[in-house]
Every structure is written in C-alpha cells, then in structure tokens.
C-alpha cells in the first residue's frame, strides 16, 4: 500500500517536500485525540517483551527515531504514534539557522539510501526549549535531545555553543546527546579528537548538571562511521573514563565505496552524509567494535541502515541496547516501526534470551575474551 503511495506520489516529489508534507499528515493526525488513539492502537500495540531499560530510563521499547526526522520537536506524539519507543529530537544548535542552500536531500532509491547535506537547519535551542516545556504530550516516549555547533560559531568557542544548548535543553531532555559527528557543519566531526573531545564532554556534563540539579541526565557522544578503527577505541576508552552514559553508533558517512553502480553517478557524487542501506556494514562494524571494547560498562545505541527486523535484531546481539532508524522510514513509510518490533519481539521468543538485554552483545566476544 506504501510501496504505491510512495512510487506514484512521494517519488516524483521533490525529497525534502515530501518530508514536510509527510510529516505534516503525522502530526496533524496526532493532534486530533480520537484518531490519535486509534492510529496508536494500528501501528503502536505494546509489547511487554520488548520493555529496556537504559541509562536508568525505562522505555517501552528499544527501538527510536534518529536525529534528523524530527529537528525542531514538532511531531514527537506523531512518531510515538507509529511506534517509535523514543524519538531523538534535533540537532538543535545554540543559535537558530537555516541550513545550507536546498536542494540539500536527494534519494538513491536503487541503492535504498538517501545523501543529505541538511546542515542543522533548526529553530535554535532556545525555542526548542520552550517548544519542549510547553508541550502537552499525548503519548510518553523517551525523548532525547541532541545538540551540536551552531554554524557561525568559531570553532574555539564550540564548547560555548554546547553548553548554551545544553544549559536551555537539559532540563526537557530524558536524555541528551552531544553530535560529532555530522559530516555537514565544517570542522565539527574534528571535535571526535580527544583532546577536543573530553573538554567538550565534561563542559556538557557540568552544564547538564548545574541546569538540572536534581537529576542525572543521561550523556551520550554520536559518533561518526568514518572514524578509524583506533580512533573508535580511543573514543570509547574516553566515554569510560568520563562515565559517559551511552554512545550512539553512527551517523552518517562522506564514503562512497559500499554504493553498487546502481544509482546514477550525478547522484551518488552530491556531497553530504550517506544513510540507509549502503551504511549498514560499517555501523553493524564501528557497534560491534565499541561493544568489544567496553561491553556493558556503556550503553550502546545502534544506528545506520535498519532496515529490518533482523537488522535490529542484529544490531542487539552487537552490542546494541537501542535500536534507531530513519532512512528506511522514508521507504517503508507508517506500517514500518510496528514491524520492526513486532520481528524483534518474534526473534527474541525463539532466541535462547529471557529478555532483550540478556541479548545484547550475545553475538560478540566479551572484552575479557577478546584477544586484543
Ligand atoms: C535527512 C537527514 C537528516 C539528518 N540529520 C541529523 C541530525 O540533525 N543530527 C544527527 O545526529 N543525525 C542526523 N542524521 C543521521 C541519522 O540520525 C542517522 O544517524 C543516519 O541517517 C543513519 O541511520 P539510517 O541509515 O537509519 O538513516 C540525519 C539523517 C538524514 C537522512
């Protein structure tokens, strides 16, 4: 039915269009209660089996919206609607700004996978914030906000810009996440550096700590595909060290390589961050290698070309607590959260786990086996 929609209408529109409208029939559909309740009922049933608990928060599910979908906090009741058991809102920046220069979204529909070169367009966190404390939610999912560097911004007062919008969002947030990683905002994936690194993550915590005193908002780093596998490990040793809460694994990638020949070349040289099928390998790999490395002293979150049920399902035995998802969204439209959960709770009944967290990480050696 999607399939249709998407080939006859979405397809021939211009991709960043179809997002607002698409979005737009979402939210409008969430703001109504009765088909609110019923849309819920369709594509959000409740599943006992799939409850987490991560970083101390308890959610209803592992799987969530990535970042990107929802920038500025608008439609967080729609995505809950469709079954999204948490919704990453953002990237918001300390400033608002409009990103770059459109056509900045472009779909490579034989390859599955979408290139963008959005480039944090957002409100600014300021009205995020009041966006986020005047909301009436319908629905509860675990909302998480993640923040980067505000374009305009030098780079030596990146930190500022964090702390601006962690000190304004931290109080709204379930969680909050500091992006490095997107390949769209010049010079900001160099923050991945660990002498850039760690002050930028210990000035986050202060601030989420001085805004919010009475609770522990849980930190998380987004970290980037194209890292080098040491660089991975040294990230990770750093998140340990600074009793980081999670690390979120990965945005998207500037590689071109794990494309086949079957997108049009114009297409597949357009600058911009790579997501959906293609990233899947690399992002299973980067999990996979963090897991290795810390086990459950993190929370690992997996992210980048899920597809399917058996692609989260994946994504848990490498280590993953959470599961996020968006390209693949855009292709298998509403019905798309409801299955993803309904095969990760059929995978996990004829698994030989109890529960999904006695599952994460099955599938990779314990850092005490791993022969490093
Ligand atoms: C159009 C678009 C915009 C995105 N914007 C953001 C963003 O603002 N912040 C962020 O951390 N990730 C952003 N992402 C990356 C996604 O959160 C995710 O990490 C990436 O797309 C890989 O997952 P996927 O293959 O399921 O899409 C964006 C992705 C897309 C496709």
Excluded: C
Excluded at 61 to 70: C, E, L, N, Q, V
Excluded at 307 to 334: C, K, M, N
Aim: hydrophobic letters at 45%; a positive charge; charged letters at 25%.
């Amino acid at each position: 039915m999607y399939d249709i929609l998407f080939r006859l209408f979405f397809r021939r529109m211009d991709p960043e269009r179809a997002h607002h409208l698409a979005f737009g029939w979402i939210r409008l559909a969430a703001r109504v209660p009765v088909l609110r309740g019923l849309l819920a009922a369709v594509f959000a049933p409740r599943d006992p089996a799939l409850k987490v608990t991560a970083f101390g928060l308890q959610m209803s599910g592992p799987f969530g919206m990535a970042a990107g979908f929802d920038k500025n906090a608008v439609g967080i009741d729609g995505l809950a609607m469709l079954g999204f058991d948490h919704v990453e809102i953002g990237t918001v920046t300390g400033s608002p700004q409009p990103g770059n220069p459109p056509k900045r979204l472009f779909r490579l529909l034989a390859d599955r996978a979408l290139i963008n070169r959005m480039g944090f367009n957002n409100d600014g966190s300021a009205a995020v914030a009041h966006r986020l404390a005047t909301r009436t939610p319908a629905f509860r999912p675990t909302v998480g906000v993640n923040i980067g560097k505000t374009k305009v911004v030098a780079e030596d007062d990146a930190v500022a810009d964090y702390v601006t919008s962690a000190e304004r969002l931290a109080g709204h947030a379930d969680y909050l996440v500091v992006n490095v990683s997107s390949p769209n905002t010049p010079g900001l994936r160099d923050l991945q550096a660990v002498d850039r690194l760690r002050p930028l993550l210990s000035a986050v915590r202060a601030a989420a700590d001085r805004a919010v005193p009475d609770r522990r908002v849980p930190l998380l780093v987004k970290i980037a595909p194209d890292l080098a596998d040491a660089d991975i490990d040294t990230v990770a040793d750093l998140a340990v060290e600074l009793g980081l809460d999670g690390v979120i694994a990965t945005n998207t990638t500037i590689a071109r390589d794990s494309l086949g020949l079957r997108s049009p070349a114009a297409l597949t040289a357009e600058t911009g961050g790579l997501s959906g099928a293609p990233l899947k390998d690399r992002s299973t790999e980067v999990l996979r290698r963090l897991y290795a490395r810390v086990g459950d002293r993190i929370t690992l979150v997996g992210v980048g070309g899920v597809d399917s049920a058996d692609d989260a399902w994946e994504r848990v035995l490498a280590g993953a607590t959470l599961v996020q998802g968006y390209s693949a969204f855009i292709y298998r439209g509403p019905f798309w959260a409801r299955r993803v959960r309904r095969g990760l709770a059929a995978r996990l009944a004829d698994s030989p786990y109890p529960t999904l967290a006695a599952a994460v990480g099955a599938g990779v050696g314990r850092p005490e086996e791993d022969p490093r």
